[in-house]
């Protein structure tokens, strides 16, 4: 945090160079989330490229109130919904390649959880735009709800309903169509 000060109070200064630390810190971060939201990595590059630019130029209106992630993940995501509004984005299925699994050579067990992922994230693309943000930021991002509510500005309890929908919609939609999801347990 005090890093993240001295490059912000840097980059203030006139030191543009102070902000390729700000971006290394968060690019690969922003980018899961931004690519979780747009289905489309050409799309999710721009879009954090827009977001870092955006949050170049508002760099001084942070005050400091809440952690610099939680400005940072919030100027992008309001730049992502303000861009999803303009265009009226249609979302696309996400092919996760063989790389994006976890490392396991056997053959089967990289087909399971490939499969398992790509059922994933088409349920979770079958959720209103809110809720979708929220689920992403509390299981990819691991995000605490006090966080995402900074981020999404809502309340904590709002976060915690909103959560709570959209867990119970995944749950009854695998009943429905069949499929074993532990993730989305009661308890998580």
């Known amino acids: 945090m005090e890093e993240e000060r001295q490059w912000i109070e840097e980059v203030l200064a006139g030191n543009k160079q102070a902000y ?44 400091g109130k809440g952690t610099f992630s939680s400005w940072i993940y919030r100027v992008a995501i309001n730049h992502c919904m303000d861009e999803f509004r303009k265009k009226r ?22 087909f399971m959880k490939k499969e398992k992922n790509r059922q994933l994230e088409k349920l979770i693309g079958t959720l209103p735009e ?10 990819v991002n691991e995000l605490s709800y006090s966080e995402i509510s900074e981020l999404v500005e809502v309340p904590v ?7 709570h929908r959209a867990k119970k919609k995944l749950r009854e939609t695998i009943k429905r169509e069949g499929g074993d999801f532990h993730e989305l347990s009661n308890n998580r």
């Open 130 to 139: 809110e809720e979708r943000i929220i689920i992403l930021l509390r299981y």
């Open 89 to 110: 984005y249609k979302m696309q299925q996400l092919e996760i390649s063989e790389d994006q699994v976890v490392n396991s050579n056997h053959p089967e067990v990289i």
């Open 20 to 63: 390729a630390q700000i971006i290394n810190k968060y690019k690969n971060q922003l980018y899961a989330t931004i690519l979780r939201m747009t289905k489309n990595p050409q799309d999710a590059q721009d879009l954090v490229q827009e977001a870092f630019i955006k949050v170049y130029h508002q760099l001084g209106k942070y005050e």
């Open 157 to 163: 309890s709002s976060v915690r309903n909103k959560l």
